[in-house]
């Protein structure tokens, strides 16, 4: 059985940093692309980052989110500096075949439970 979980997630001050984990198990990791997601009330989930032989991330969060990955544990994070109220979501990691189209929320197989971070003002 595939299991993400996800941790690191909390409260923090705009301007402050967070550090996400999430670990996978039942699946061979480094044959999966694996991506963060986030939802924030009222709004859609919508592409973060992502990561298998390149790393890609929105728009929003360029410059300063950094997605890396750790094979060996089987572990993908999600660095996050100078945060912003308006990155307040629930983080979601996820798993993509390495040949997917890792920027689409539909060619995820496996999701985790999510992760709250608020940034307050």
């Known amino acids: 059985q595939v299991q993400l979980v996800e941790s690191g997630g909390g409260l923090v001050q705009a301007g402050g940093s967070l550090r996400l984990s999430c670990a996978a198990s039942g699946l061979a990791f480094s044959s999966y692309a694996m991506g963060w997601f986030r939802q924030a009330p009222g709004k859609e989930r919508e592409f973060v980052a992502a990561?298998?032989?390149?790393?890609s991330y929105a728009d929003s969060v360029k410059g300063r989110f950094t997605i890396s990955r750790d094979n060996a544990k089987n572990t993908v994070y999600l660095q996050m500096d100078r945060l912003k109220p308006e990155d307040t979501a629930v983080y979601y990691c996820?798993?993509?075949?390495?040949?997917?189209?890792?920027?689409?929320?539909?060619?995820?197989?496996?999701w985790g439970q999510g992760t709250q971070v608020t940034v307050s003002s």
């Open positions: 990561i298998r032989w390149t790393t």
């Open positions: 996820a798993a993509a075949p390495l040949v997917a189209d890792i920027l689409r929320i539909g060619k995820y197989d496996y």
